[in-house]
């Protein structure tokens, strides 16, 4: 067990946004999330990536590998975020500044890995994701798939346990959705962590290993 979330909710401005939400997910394993707009599935995932908390409980935990993300500090949040858990958004949000291969290597320089390794690493995730002869383009001069591809790789170079992807193919046409939908199945397997992913691509959720189905904050069978 990667992750395990029991009792979650989340209430904003007197809303109730999730409802005791509870799941589990394994190593090597993907879980989609799904349901229509305002479900609660972008708050869940941002509670489960410790970027909001959900509200205080008694019943209320979250444990990546058995260690509770609960009650932490900000700077041991942070910490475990670079170093645990990796994010991946419908828009990239690659620094423009910054190369790809750069933007790839920049959590693991945050984290303070020798360089020499994290270069390895990022040459590594580039050339599986088909990238390898775009490690010196900016983010301007790459097209939406490549730069959402190197979003991947970002996500990826610090070896996390988890990975949580919000809508990730949601800016892309259906070629490359269909690219890094399958790019996911190959990666899910060959770095045994664990995926969870919003979508409302009903191909992308099919291929999921479970499908959790969110409807007014709630948990639906």
Do not use: W
């Not at 799941?23 to 090597?28: D, E, G, H, I, R």
């Not at 959900?54 to 942070?78: F, K, M, Q, V, Y």
């Not at 346990?161 to 990730?168: F, Q, R, S």
């Amino acid at each position: 067990m990667v992750l395990k979330a029991s009792h979650v909710y989340k209430t904003k401005q007197n809303v109730r946004i999730l409802e005791d939400i509870s799941l589990t997910v394994s190593a090597a394993e993907i879980v989609a999330i799904t349901g229509p707009s305002g479900a609660g599935k972008s708050t869940l995932l941002q509670i489960l990536g410790t970027l909001e908390p959900p509200d205080s409980r008694e019943n209320t935990s979250i444990l990546l590998e058995d260690h509770s993300l609960l009650g932490l500090s900000d700077s041991a949040l942070a910490q475990l975020r670079n170093r645990s858990i990796g994010f991946i958004f419908q828009h990239h949000g690659l620094l423009s500044e910054f190369n790809a291969l750069e933007n790839v290597m920049l959590p693991g320089l945050i984290a303070k890995k020798p360089q020499k390794e994290i270069k390895e690493q990022a040459h590594y995730l580039l050339e599986r994701l088909g990238l390898l002869h775009r490690l010196t383009h900016k983010p301007q001069a790459l097209s939406g798939g490549e730069q959402q591809r190197v979003a991947v790789a970002r996500a990826l170079i610090n070896n996390p346990k988890l990975v949580l992807a919000d809508e990730p193919s949601g800016n892309l046409d259906s070629p490359n959705a269909y690219q890094l939908h399958e790019l996911f199945y190959e990666l899910v397997e060959s770095l045994n962590c664990a995926f969870v992913v919003v979508t409302h691509n009903e191909e992308l959720a099919s291929k999921a290993h479970r499908i959790l189905k969110l409807r007014d904050g709630r948990m639906v069978d």
